[in-house]
């Protein structure tokens, strides 16, 4: 079995310029809108995740059988514009995905006339999907379970002949990605109007004829976090935004409570650490808004010994492994005492032991996140090529930046 080693003398200082990979759930976005168009737009480049290169080659190919493997986002945002895009086709995925949320977005489709069926009776993966007959303009849904239900539905509504209407129910969760799918609509040229319980989207067509990328707030996270861990710290990133409406952006304003320092120039973001900063003794955020960064706010926590509770995390059970228990199960491992709820974590003690072996539960975010303990204790991380799901180049990165060993058997 592949792990990748890593220990504390890796770590002694952090120095590199890193261009991010681009950002997925901006990818995966614009390359619907762009089938959607029938390719009115290019794209320049959408990077070379897992989930984006699923999303691509199910929209550019051919065949009625589409597998879109453990990509949860591809599978929401193909199912919304396989319901408007001619042809039958039959979706499916890995088995984990089946557990994932997907009847509410079938449901609010099927209101607005999709033809979808299943050949199982447990409305489960896979199901069959006739396109072209989606012709309502208004539809109700929930947004607890994901934001990506409003996200699928709004990047169709333009291409409907008369528009769509969303009707948000109350419960609402990460409402930073349903702002994110309105700005990249906005530079399409596209039209949202967006109140508190409702989103309308008139019939339009793109405007622009290219679209560019913008490199990932998410996996910008993991570096920030690494210099708050690493005092002889310059971090350069390129490709980021700082207008960007990426949500986990907001890494920035909550790792200065962490000592993170950091300055913009000429479009690239330079990290580095507060040496005379004082960590805190304790850390609470509620990480409704940003999901993906409450393993790396977690694991942050642990590695620097400080007493956690995180909340908002509903969503996280349903991701590509069950989030909560995960994290719970590595840091007991650590020594620390772990209370969890379905919306919640908190931890306290102390970090107890050297070293530890960190199993993945197949989640990118699981290995990315877990590599920050090593600027403490020797850290054996399990299926560390599980990280090509969002940022292949990572583990690279991180060698470029600290010298790491590479991944050995």
Not at 52 to 61: G, P, R
Not at 304 to 325: Q, S, V, Y
Request: proline share 4%.
């Amino acid at each position: 079995m592949d792990v990748q080693r890593l220990k504390p003398s890796d770590f002694v200082s952090f120095s590199g310029e890193i261009q991010l990979e681009k950002s997925k759930s901006i990818a995966n976005r614009a390359l619907l809108l762009q089938a959607l168009s029938f390719f009115s737009f290019s794209i320049d480049d959408v990077g070379k995740s897992d989930d984006v290169l699923i999303m691509k080659e199910a929209l550019l190919s051919s065949n009625s059988m589409v597998n879109v493997g453990m990509a949860g986002t591809a599978l929401r945002f193909l199912t919304a514009g396989y319901s408007v895009l001619p042809g039958k086709r039959v979706v499916d995925g890995h088995p984990r995905l089946k557990d994932r949320p997907i009847v509410p977005l079938l449901d609010a489709l099927k209101v607005l006339g999709a033809k979808i069926s299943f050949p199982s009776i447990d409305d489960k993966l896979p199901f069959e999907i006739e396109g072209g007959f989606v012709k309502g303009n208004e539809v109700d849904i929930e947004q607890l379970l994901s934001s990506q239900f409003i996200s699928a539905l709004m990047m169709i509504g333009p291409f409907l002949p008369n528009g769509l209407r969303i009707k948000r129910k109350e419960n609402r969760t990460s409402d930073s990605y349903v702002l994110l799918t309105k700005r990249i609509l906005e530079d399409m040229g596209l039209v949202v109007e967006l109140t508190q319980d409702e989103i309308y989207l008139p019939s339009k067509l793109p405007t622009i004829k290219s679209y560019i990328i913008e490199s990932d707030w998410s996996a910008a996270g993991y570096w920030m976090a690494f210099a708050v861990l690493v005092p002889e710290s310059n971090i350069i990133l390129k490709g980021l935004r700082e207008d960007s409406a990426q949500g986990d952006k907001e890494m920035l304003t909550i790792l200065k409570r962490f000592g993170l320092h950091y300055k913009w120039d000429d479009e690239k973001l330079i990290l580095s650490r507060n040496t005379e900063f004082s960590m805190p003794e304790s850390f609470q955020y509620d990480c409704s808004e940003i999901p993906d960064q409450a393993q790396t706010l977690a694991f942050l926590c642990a590695t620097l010994g400080i007493e956690a509770k995180l909340t908002g995390l509903e969503t996280l059970f349903h991701k590509e492994t069950d989030r909560i228990d995960a994290l719970k199960r590595e840091i007991e491992k650590l020594g620390y005492n772990v209370e969890t709820a379905n919306d919640f974590l908190s931890f306290s003690g102390e970090l107890t032991v050297d070293n530890t072996h960190l199993s993945t539960y197949k989640d990118h975010r699981m290995a990315m996140a877990g590599a920050l303990l090593a600027c403490r204790i020797k850290v054996e991380i399990e299926n560390p090529k599980v990280v090509s799901k969002s940022y292949p180049s990572f583990w690279d990165d991180l060698e470029m930046l600290t010298n790491a060993s590479a991944t050995e058997k």
